[in-house]
């Protein structure tokens, strides 16, 4: 049995993190059931489902109960005389799971102070245009994405892959292995789906 949404985290209403939070739910856990159900992926993947959205939902909710009223009383929350204690958009949008279906590159944690994944195996691929109209996030699904960069464009700047770098996208738009963790990418498939071997 699978909880998402409001029954695996009920929070007091700020900036729809509620919904945001159910919907990445969702996502996450629906292409990891699809994985397992097609042979794809082994059934130990969706132990990973927990291990990934437990902790998001705890620090949303609990980010959530600090707050009352709307985005302007979010910003003055989280807010002093100092500076900016918790950016509220790395919060909500710039999460960073600690243990999963991703391959870690040792770079560390995303920085909590602003919104920078970089590309970060265990965080949602940055928005960056491939061309005119398509990015990096448009690219996630049905199953896994490899994207590769030739050229130095905005999109490698933002995910910190070079020229010859590249990043493993799982369908709920995490990054799911990126070049400079050492890791082969065969090696990198088969620790993401759970499987020995790709």
Known sequence: MFLAGDAAHVMPPMAAAGANTAIADVANLAWKLAAVLSCQAAPALLGTYHAERHPVGYATAAASSEVAGHVGDMLATVTNGDGLRRHPTATLFGTQ???GA???DHRGPAPADRCAPEGRPGTRVPHAWLD?????IDHAGPGLTLLTGP??????AETA??????LLLRP???VAWHSSSGVPLA???????????A
Request: aromatic share 8%; charged share 20%.
């Open 97 to 99: 799971y600690h243990d």
């Open 102 to 104: 991703f391959v870690p």
């Open 132 to 136: 005119a109209t398509t990015s990096t």
């Open 151 to 156: 050229d130095p464009d905005r999109w490698t």
């Open 161 to 166: 892959v070079g020229e010859d770098g590249a």
């Open 172 to 174: 709920d738009a995490i």
């Open 187 to 197: 090696e990198a498939l088969g620790q993401v789906l759970g499987t020995v071997s």
